[in-house]
């Protein structure tokens, strides 16, 4: 037989294979992220509930009284979180509890409205403007402190 008249075609090769589906080890991949997204956003929000939880424990322990009475609370509620944060602060008195709670932020406390905690709570009478001030600001500072808790950031 003639090599020429033979009916022989040149090799073919198969088509490429497509994208989908996918080989285990993406499943696996993505599972994984799956699982990661969840997790994170499960923290997240248990964070965010524990937040809430801090602010609405605060708000109801010192959204009532006299304004005398209301600067003694957030005191007191203050160095309980301060005791959280950083054992020992709590104890701290005058200038250095009032740059303790200044923090980085600023001198809110120590140069500013949040003065009226050291002797506001003593005072017969107090401007109740001023006690929403440093109730926004004592409010804030808590919940930093709560979250800083035992090292924590």
């Known amino acids: 037989m003639d090599p020429a008249r033979l009916p022989l075609r040149d090799v073919h090769l198969p088509p490429a294979p497509g994208w989908w589906p996918p080989a285990p080890g993406w499943w696996w991949l993505g ?25 609405r424990w605060f708000l109801r322990e010192t959204g009532e009284g006299a304004p005398p009475q209301r600067l003694a609370q957030l005191s007191a ?37 949040g003065r009226l905690l050291l002797d506001g709570a003593f005072r017969p009478q107090a401007d109740a403007a001023a006690v929403e001030q440093v109730a926004a600001l004592a409010h804030a500072r808590f919940l930093e402190l709560m979250d800083a808790r035992r090292g924590r950031t």
Do not use: M, T
């Open 77 to 113: 509620l203050l160095r309980r979180a301060a005791r959280q944060a950083q054992p020992g602060a709590e104890r701290l008195q005058g200038e250095d509890w009032l740059r303790f709670l200044d923090g980085a932020h600023g001198q809110a406390f120590s140069a500013g409205p």
């Open 31 to 55: 599972a994984g992220l799956l699982v990661l997204l969840l997790a994170l956003a499960g923290y997240r929000a248990w964070r965010w509930r524990r937040r809430r939880r801090w602010s």
